[in-house]
């Protein structure tokens, strides 16, 4: 073994005799159970190891030249271990990777390794995917390492092991599998094409016989029948084509056309099937081409086959082979007959004999399932879609090649018949046309000379080659669909007797007269002997003969040839004779014959009759059309004018201006070329490329364009309109078009060419008249024609609308980032700005950013406003930056960055477009700085204005950013306005104040993701922005609002005192003055000495500063500033005695009694309180103010309040006596009046009055206020709540407030009978829709807990007494409906059920609903 230490020497000899014992046991074993596996095992790895060692043996010996064999020797023990390796040493490698036990003998026979193979490939790989029904339409997986391995090891190379892969799928039924392993053999064929041809042709068989059995009804878990159609036929045409393209230059190009052929057509019939591509159905049709004319013969050298000269696109060329006609609007076939009528069909074709597929290959394939499948039980073989499984098929295979034809002229008829009856008339030729050119290769036996020169016709060629192919008559009548044989006007070859109309005399004729009528019946023959006639003419009389000769040209019109040969007979005789004029006529006789054959032959229009005499201007017309129709034979058409006396010059010019227009003219370039240097006029030549430039050639054909202004620069070298001509083509050559081309662009192309594209179509169409009217409904086809019409649009811009006018027109739809750089080599051609081209592509990006003027993009718009503000990267501007910055020109770049400003939305884009506009603004200042004197003063003037407006734009962005980042954008109107630095102030202000109240109130952050600043933050940025500092604004605002005039609340304004109304002004949080000292309180939180900013102002002597605005200021003092902080500036006391002072100087003032704060001060209260009785106890503003003196100074006097009280009610002042009353009632002092329960009486009526008659809102709090004090007096119990409600009770008003307030007092002062009788007796009289009003008003303020806060009052008033009266009326009148059924239907059910609860009483209403039959009131209840 080599490594091991050498035990026992055994004679070469044995070595090889055991292996070859070793392999006859192995080829003559039943491979069995499990036993025989074991010993096959042990046999071949034996055997191995033995063959193993003989190679270490060899290696060695020939390493080791001491012990080396003989070379002879040598030689031998290598080859027999390499063909032992071939056999047992792959033995051996099947059974580790494969698990197969193979015998080596089987390893030299080609059939048994492709079984082999085909085995390993079934059961290790396809098997798997054949258990799957869906498995029919899986793409090909990769084939695995280990199968190439063992395929490699068989002997089988790349293209064998793809065709058993193509060979094994379609035993499985693996169909797309199959058709994958083919598409990649095609597209790996680099020579012969045999193992592609026949996995395509393997592939084309199993596919066809499966779709015509089984397709339609193998959908039960995989794909369906109608799936099937669509990927098979697509697949097989797909691979087919590119098989032809592969071997476009082999042999084998005709049986991959075929193969196209037929599946193209599978594929477009399948397309109009129920399964098929609807979107075929509304497509438009396009134009039909010119069928492909098929001809053993070439026609006259003036007739031209026009397909032979048409430019086919590079991946369209196969399909136009065979007629791929346009889609029609044909009825929609059902898919299973349709289909099935097809793959019959193409059945059929593919068994005609026409191109044998055997090209060489291993042959062994197609047996390789037969041969070892039986006895191997290696796996079953699934051959259901084979040919040999198939009816059709066997059916097929038993016919013979006369019979296969029969059959399929049969389907195509059956094909053809169904696809006439749903209207699919081209699909119908495009049949009959497949079947009729595969059958007459097939057949064809027609020998050369059967096709003359009529046979031009490729229907007629058709028919021939069928009739010559075994074809019926009828049946060919009936597939050809009746159209009728057009053959050849017979000729006959046997010419009429000679009419013996000699004298019956025995006189001999006069010579003269027998040459006359011999000439006669010469010229009469349909045969001509033109030596006999030239003899004849000769012998007889001139004038006589050549009247005869006249006469038969005449008679001879339908013969051109014959008048040829007849007036070249007259031109010799005119030659003997002499006779120049007789010598022109026949020439010009003969040449009108033979030019009226061409121009028929060429289907030209003219009237032959006039060719004799006709002038070179009429035939000029003539000139371009034969041109055209003899494939650009200028020869021809040389000759032509030769003839007819026509310019030269001008067929040359024609020549080449059809060469520029008609864009199918191949090889135009060398054509032009080699007559341009016939032209002598160089004017008439350039103005001819001029045309054809500017109407003749279409925009999109740079390289026509781009010769013809090459021949342009070569006749005007200095005409710099050419050069940038060729400059831009130079460009556009290397462009691609990024954007499809508009309508209206593709349109005015069709204008601009119309007139030449018309006139080429008339020259190449026979019959069509191209008018006016179809080439304007032609542009007004939708986009899909137009871009029919032009291919190349799509990937070239416009030539002509680039060089003309509007150039932007063209460009500003193609410009884009990515464009730019491309585009910017046409601004010198075209005498454009670079700095316009970067300037459009920015507003074409502007442009897409900006919102349309719809409502729902403007509130996206406004939504996203404060998104902006917060946003602080500028990714709008970013991304036009970099553009910004390629500008020459330094003020467009700046107008551009102002353009781009006022585009962007407020945000940081607008910030940043700004900014960098100021800066560049800067850098051109100090550029203009450097310019002489007279030009910087302009450019200075006008770049100051320019940078004015941008600070300005940026202000305004600034601060828009800061209102809008903080739900303030409804201020923006006022800084519009502003323009120094009071106006901004005022502005400020004005921010401040709508702010304020919210920026106080606002305790806890809000739920919103997004926070705004604190109020003097915003202040501060604003204030910045106009450069003022936010302490300067803080201190004018706190001047602004102390100073300002304290907001009394209304009222009694004539009789309540000053102090009191700015009391109440203050208790009212919705006043104009709380809201005044909210703003105070914001501002001294703000700044750095509130303390003695508020002490100045109250101790100012300034005169006008009220003094209740100075009073103002130390309210607010005590309020927000600690004792400690007051006493470090002064006493507290005294501080507060002036604050008192303050206000009664104010009370005092108001009154009109003089007072000063040092007389106030130093003055005895009682004596000043008691001087003034005396003196002003008549005036009830006065008794206000000794009042309060007497509360605030404990002044005990009561008889003096004895004596005012009444003074005051009379003045109707009911709210302030309930307050005076309220406080004196606690004092010991004022205890022994007697009429306190009285003055409590009237107070608390008059005040209950008092509000039903006034519209006060808040009249509830008001009268809640009032009884919480009641409810505190001492003297609760004397009040009369009876005669309250009476009063009440008695008032009527739209709202019920009387009504509300006595249920009011009923339900808050002690329970009274006659309160109860009063209100019970108002609620009888009531009807019951205005009780349930009366509910409804009393429950609105059912969820108030305490309406009276200082009172500390709480009222339930789903429980109140006064509900409980209306709830019992109801109860007893049994109005429930009436009453309680009205919305809001919940809250007064919900009430009454509540209140009936707490009464015990809901047990009786229910069962009272019940007897009065009212169900679902009991139910709700």
Known sequence: HGVQPVARLVPLEVARRTLCWTRDVLDSMAFGADASRELFRCHVASAVSVLRALEALAARRAEDPACALAPAELARLRAFVAVNDSTLGAAWQLLEDGGLMVSPGELDQPTARAQILADILRQQWLGAYAEDARAVALGLPMVPPRIRALAAMLRFSEPQLGLAVTLA?????????????????????????????????????????????????????????????????????????????????????????????????????????????????????????????????????????????????????????????????????????AMRLVYRLVAALQRLPITSLDTGADSYFDSASTNKAANSGKGKASSKGSDSDNADGAYLDTLGAEDVRAEAVRRCGELVACLARSRHWLLAVQAFELAASQLARSSFVVPGDALDDAAGDALVLLRRRLEAGGVETEELTELLGGVDNQSEPKRSDSGS???????????????????????????????????????????????????????????????????????????????????????????????????????????LKFDVARLSDAAPEQLEPLVRPMLARTGMDIATALEFADAFRVD???????????????????????????????????????????????????????????????????????????????????????YDRKTPPSLD??????????????????IYDDDNDHSGGEADAVAAQPYAALVTEYPTATRRLPFHGLVGSAPWTVLLAELSAETVDQLLPLALPLEL??????????????????????????????????????????????????????????????????????????????????????KLLRKWGQYIKQMPEPERAHVMAKAETIYMHFETSYADAMTEIALRRNHMERYLPLFADVRDAESAIDVLATVFEGECTGALTKTEPDDRQDVVEPLHEVLRRLAAIHDIGLETLLQRLLKRYLEAPIALAPGTAELLLPSTRYQASLADLQSVESEQRRRIVYILGHISDAVSRLLSFAYSSTAGISCLS???????????????????????????????????????????????????????????????????????????????????????????????????????????????????????????????????????????LQLAQTNNADWMCAALSVLGVCIRSPHLLSIDSASIVQLLTQRDTANNVPLRLACTVFDVLPFNQASEAALRTRFDAMDPETLGQLVQQLLEFADSDSVAVASQLA????????????????????????????PPLSTMIHAFVRNRIACDKLLTAVSTCIERGKQKLALSL
């Open 169 to 337: 799928c379609l035993r499985l039924r693996l169909f797309t599998m199959a058709l994958d392993m083919s598409q990649q053999l095609v597209d790996a064929v680099d020579g012969d094409l045999p193992y592609a041809l026949r996995a395509l042709a393997a592939c084309e068989r199993g596919v066809a016989a499966y779709l015509v059995a089984d397709a339609p009804t193998n959908a039960t878990d995989g794909p369906t029948g109608a799936e099937l159609h669509g990927v098979l036929v697509r697949r097989l045409a797909s691979v087919s084509q590119s098989a032809a393209l592969k071997c476009a230059t082999k042999s084998q190009l005709v049986r991959f056309l075929d193969a196209h052929a037929c599946w193209a057509l599978a594929r477009a019939v399948f397309d109009q099937t129920t399964d098929g591509d609807f979107a075929t159905l509304t497509r438009a049709p396009t134009a039909m081409p010119t069928p492909l004319t098929i001809n053993s013969e070439p026609h006259n050298a003036m007739c031209i086959d026009d397909d032979n000269n048409t430019d086919l696109d590079e991946s369209g060329w196969l399909d136009s082979l065979y007629s791929d006609m346009y889609t029609e609007r044909g009825l929609v076939l059902d898919t299973a007959p």
């Open 497 to 603: 007797k000679l009419s013996d109309k000699g004298s019956k005399d025995s006189t001999l004729p006069d010579v003269a007269d027998l040459v006359t009528r011999s000439l006669a019946r010469a010229l009469q023959q349909p045969g001509m002997d033109a030596a006999f006639i030239f003899a004849c003419m000769l012998s007889a009389a001139p004038v006589a003969a050549y009247q005869r000769l006249s006469t038969a040209m005449g008679h001879a019109g339908q013969q051109p040839a014959r008048v040829v040969a007849l007036a070249h007979v007259g031109a010799a005789c005119s030659r003997v004779w002499q006779q120049q004029a007789l010598l022109d006529r026949c020439r010009a006789v003969a040449a009108a014959a033979r030019w009226s054959a061409q121009l028929q032959l060429l289907r």
């Open 648 to 734: 030269t010059t001008f067929v040359v010019l024609e020549y080449i201006a059809l060469c520029c227009a008609a864009p199918h003219v191949s090889s135009y370039q060398a054509r032009i070329l080699g007559v341009a240097g016939e032209v002598a006029n160089v004017k008439l030549l350039e103005r001819t490329y001029a045309d054809a430039l500017d109407a003749g050639i279409s925009a999109y054909d740079y390289e026509r364009l781009q010769f013809v202004v090459q021949r342009l620069q070569e006749l005007r070298p200095q005409d710099q309109a050419v050069a940038r001509h060729a400059a831009v083509l130079d460009v556009l050559c290397s």
């Open 745 to 762: 662009e593709l349109r005015a192309e069709w204008a601009r060419t119309r007139a030449g594209r018309d006139a080429v179509r008339r």
């Open 833 to 918: 700005s670079e700095d316009d081209f970067y300037m459009n592509l920015i507003d074409s990006v502007l442009s897409q950013w900006r919102p349309s003027d719809d409502g729902a993009n403007c509130a996206a718009t406004a939504a996203t406003a404060y998104e902006l503000a917060l946003s602080k990267t500028p990714t709008r501007f970013n991304a036009i930056q970099h553009l910004i910055r390629c500008f020459k020109d330094p003020e467009a770049a700046i107008s551009t960055i102002k353009h781009a400003a006022d585009a962007f939305p407020c945000g940081p884009d607008r910030v940043a477009a700004l900014k960098m506009g100021i």
């Open 1110 to 1248: 100075r009073s103002r200021a130390l309210e607010i003092l005590f309020a927000v500033a600690s004792h400690d902080d007051i006493a470090q500036q002064q006493r507290v006391a005294d501080v507060r005695c002036y604050f008192q002072a303050l206000l009664y100087l104010g009370d005092f003032e108001f009154v009109g009694i003089p007072q000063s704060i040092a007389e106030f001060l130093d003055c005895e209260k009682p004596a000043l309180a008691r001087s003034i009785w005396v003196d002003h106890h008549q005036d009830p503003k006065a008794v206000q103010l000794i009042c309060n003196m007497c509360l605030d100074f404990s002044v005990d006097d009561p008889e003096l309040i004895q004596r005012m009280v009444p003074r005051l009610l009379a003045a109707k002042l009911f709210r302030y006596v309930v307050g005076v009353l309220d406080i004196i009632s606690a004092m010991p002092c004022y205890a022994g009046i007697e009429a306190l329960p009285a003055f409590w009486n009237q107070a608390v009526s008059g005040y209950m």
């Open 1355 to 1382: 009222v339930d008033w789903r429980v109140a007494r006064s509900l409980t009266l209306v709830f019992d009326l109801i109860d007893d009148q049994g109005t429930h409906e009436l009453a309680l059924l009205r």
